[in-house]
């Protein structure tokens, strides 16, 4: 693999996966509405909650593009370009971005949890951990099909519930609703990402769970997923009917599902990941502004 520095700006921001980036903001505004609705929402708690979020997911992001660049996973890959696989960045240079961003969630976190509960700290801790091993060290949980299940729990339920404690000081039921719903979301991100990488994936030995599901298999599981957060929905709307509006979200949702469901393979499941994040925001800006809503009626 050749080494070098070219990198540009805009390199360096595709690097990044802005189109995943709705796996961070989805649970900051859900867990914010959640809060809302209990009447203990901060703006100030939410910004820095969010500045927690997308930092994690950028240092996911780009620890995934190291770890996977250095094993040459990424050598026949469909999606994006990547830094390292590329060439673009030399691979410590990816590296160091990925720490440089989680060192900024670690500040951010730590603010958060002095702010609301200090056990936050060791939360905050563990989810850099799961977001290094996810594709990092000599045993990554991300080859092994653990992927989806760890996006669900930390870009779900931690996340969410998460934001809504900062702010509220405790649990609630709509707060669990949304974690389950944005989680299921997530991972359906995540899982179409693995679904167009079947063969490459295969064929470099990671086990991720669409190679273990196989692609009928994945397919089915990516239609359930998405289908929670609506249903999620109906629960939500029997204490709180202007939630309703997030099923709005079908429309996207809709048509990410379309190559899905028709079988489509490798390039042409690319704009299925960036459908299903706007699915995701929409859906979390629409439950969190009627949760909020209805909080001050």
């Known amino acids: 693999m050749p080494e070098s520095s070219r990198a540009s700006f805009h390199d360096w921001l595709q690097g990044a996966r802005p ?35 997308w930092t994690l997911i950028v240092g996911v992001n780009y620890a995934n593009d190291y770890s996977d660049g250095i094993r040459g996973t990424d050598d026949d890959r469909q999606g994006p370009q990547r830094l390292t696989g590329s060439g673009l960045a030399k691979p410590e240079h990816v590296k160091y971005a990925a720490f440089g961003a989680f060192a900024l969630a670690s500040v951010a976190g730590t603010l958060l949890s002095v702010m609301s509960s200090w056990w936050l700290i060791a939360v905050g801790a563990l989810c850099i951990l799961a977001a290094w ?37 405790r649990f609630t039921w709509v707060g669990v609703t949304c974690a389950v719903s944005i989680g299921c979301f997530s991972a359906a991100v995540n899982l179409a ?40 929905t109906l629960v939500l709307a029997t204490q709180c009917v202007p ?17 899905v469901m028709r079988g489509a393979t490798g390039p042409a499941l690319i704009p299925v990941l960036g459908l299903t994040g706007r699915a995701m925001l929409a859906w979390s800006v629409l439950t969190a502004a009627a949760l909020a809503f209805s909080a001050g009626a």
């Open 193 to 232: 990402n693995n679904l167009r990488d079947i063969p490459s994936d295969t064929d470099s030995g990671k086990r991720t769970l669409a190679v273990r599901l196989g692609d009928r298999g994945t397919r089915r599981l990516w239609l359930g997923l998405v289908a929670v957060p609506y249903l999620s």
């Open 19 to 53: 189109h995943t980036w709705a796996n961070a903001f989805a649970p900051v505004l859900a867990g914010t509405g959640a809060a809302a609705w209990s009447g203990n929402a901060s703006i100030y708690r939410a910004m820095l909650a969010m500045v927690v979020a």
């Open 133 to 169: 091993f996810y594709t990092g060290g000599k045993h990554p949980y991300g080859y092994a099909g653990w992927g989806e299940c760890a996006v669900f729990v930390f870009f779900g339920l931690v996340a969410v519930c998460g934001t809504e404690y900062t702010q509220a000081g």
């Open 243 to 259: 939630t309703l509006a997030a099923l709005a979200a079908l429309l996207l949702t809709r048509l990410a599902a379309s190559p």
